[in-house]
């Protein structure tokens, strides 16, 4: 048996390697796409000026992408720590986490951006489903599918309780919801779509759909108790 996991772990480790090469590959691409709206925000934000950067879209992307290496460096050290009190899956549970925040916070904070008729407008709200839908540009669909993606690919590999596609959708359009009523609420100059909650709830699914094959492990056996000893024998 130890034989054969030698023989297993070389594959596995390439399989890592070529999965992490082509996650650095897209977002550099993507980087390389969007840089010139990017770093029409880069001197509001290597400023330090609140106008111009956290309260644009663009700068929210830019920061999010200088913070990658910050985010790599938390799982690094979350990870050597639990390897360290002997804890499985130490690598899975520590990118899920930093995975989680990473990938949702900045989709909800430019969401929650006010408009600017924002606390002059009445707030409005669209209960119809697929009416809004129809008008919707491919720019804002795809936004929405992305809001909670990262909360649906990593949850799953995170919490064996939301490992399931239903849990997940169900998960999304619960923190949909909430998004939608806090719009309402503080009166953003945004409309609070039922279609919104469909879309998001889609795109937490979808994901969760692409990152099944490394859950289902997850949902049979958790791992985030430390590993026990064997007891002697005899």
């Keep these: 048996m130890n034989h054969d996991a030698s023989l297993s772990a070389p594959p596995r480790r390439a ?5 992490l ?19 029409m925000s880069a001197p509001m934000c290597m400023a330090g ?27 690094w050290a979350l990870a050597r720590r639990r390897r360290a009190a002997g804890v499985t899956s130490a690598w899975r ?17 430019m969401t929650m951006m006010p408009g600017p008729g924002a606390g002059i407008v009445p ?3 669209s209960l119809v489903p697929l009416r809004d839908l129809v008008t919707m540009g491919t720019g804002q669909i795809v936004g929405n599918l992305l809001i ?3 909360l649906g690919f990593f949850a799953p ?5 939301l490992a399931s596609v239903p849990r997940i959708l169900a998960l999304g359009a619960g923190c949909s919801v909430l998004v939608e009523t806090a719009q309402y609420v503080l009166r953003l100059d945004r409309v609070s779509s039922v279609d919104d909650v469909l879309v998001n709830a889609t795109g937490a699914a979808l994901a969760a ?12 056996a958790p791992s985030d108790q430390p590993r026990r000893a064997p007891a002697p024998a005899g």
């Design 209 to 220: 759909m692409a990152s099944r094959r490394w859950w289902r492990t997850t949902a049979e």
């Design 157 to 161: 590999m995170r919490f064996a309780a």
């Design 15 to 19: 399989r890592r390697i070529v999965l």
């Design 93 to 109: 549970m520590s990118l899920a986490e930093v995975g989680m925040v990473h990938g949702t916070v900045p989709f909800i904070w």
């Design 148 to 150: 909670f993606a990262a």
């Design 49 to 75: 000026r609140w106008h111009g950067c956290f309260d644009t879209f663009n700068g929210v992307v830019l920061m999010t992408l200088v913070a990658l290496p910050l985010a790599a460096l938390v799982v």
């Design 123 to 125: 707030a409005r709200v």
């Design 21 to 39: 090469s082509l996650a650095i590959l897209g977002i550099a691409s993507a980087a390389f796409v969007v840089r010139r709206p990017l770093m």
